[in-house]
Each structure stands twice: as structure tokens, then as C-alpha cells.
Nanobody
């Protein structure tokens, strides 16, 4: 199983980014996918997940600003992040939900 995350970068507060995570070596349409994030010196926290049929779940901080989606044809899960805040700064990781399969992380930095 390989998960390749991309799309991070530097953005000003109030801006938007879309993260992507391409999966391979796994039956993508049969699995739930999740996004987590880890800020410096902090634990890794859940951000959002999407079930195999696309039902989304969000953390409190993500709800209303972030949208998770998936494209089965591309075996890719996305995280659209709007109205970004400096406290969203973190390394963002995708994960096959409930497993130890993690992507390598992509850095998101939000400047004030």
C-alpha cells in the first residue's frame, strides 16, 4: 500500500488549499480514508474521514471550513480547506482509516 499526499504550501490566513492523497496497492473503493494533522510539538489529530461510499466526518475545527471528497476512478481522496487560520498550520497526513497505512505528510503553513 502506498499513499502519496500532496498539495500543501504556504497561504495567508483566509486562503484556501486543496490536499490530495493518491492511493495504490489497495482496493480504494472498499475502504474509508482519513486525514490527520500534526502541529509542531503536538499529537497527531483527526481532521476528517470519508467512508467507502463517501459519507464525511469532521473534527470540530474542520467542520464548516474543510470538505473531504474522494474520486474512485483516481483512487484519490481530497481535502479542500477554506478560510484557513494560522492554527491550521501543521503537517497533514492521509491514512487508510483504522490501519497503520499512512502517507508521508504534506506541510501546510498559514501566515497571519
Amino acid at each position: 500500500v502506498q499513499l502519496q499526499a500532496s498539495g500543501g504550501g504556504l497561504v495567508q490566513a483566509g486562503g484556501s488549499l486543496r490536499l490530495s492523497c493518491a492511493a495504490s496497492g489497495i482496493m480504494f473503493n472498499n475502504i474509508a480514508m482519513s486525514w490527520y494533522r500534526q502541529a509542531p510539538g503536538k499529537q497527531r489529530d483527526f481532521v476528517a474521514s470519508a467512508t467507502s461510499d463517501g459519507r464525511p466526518y469532521y473534527s470540530g475545527s474542520a467542520k464548516g471550513r474543510f470538505t473531504i471528497s474522494r474520486d474512485g476512478a483516481r483512487s484519490t481522496v481530497y481535502l479542500q480547506m477554506n478560510s484557513l487560520k494560522p492554527e491550521d498550520t501543521a503537517v497533514y497526513f492521509c491514512r487508510v482509516a483504522g490501519t497503520d497505512f499512512w502517507g508521508q505528510g504534506t506541510q501546510v503553513t498559514v501566515s497571519s
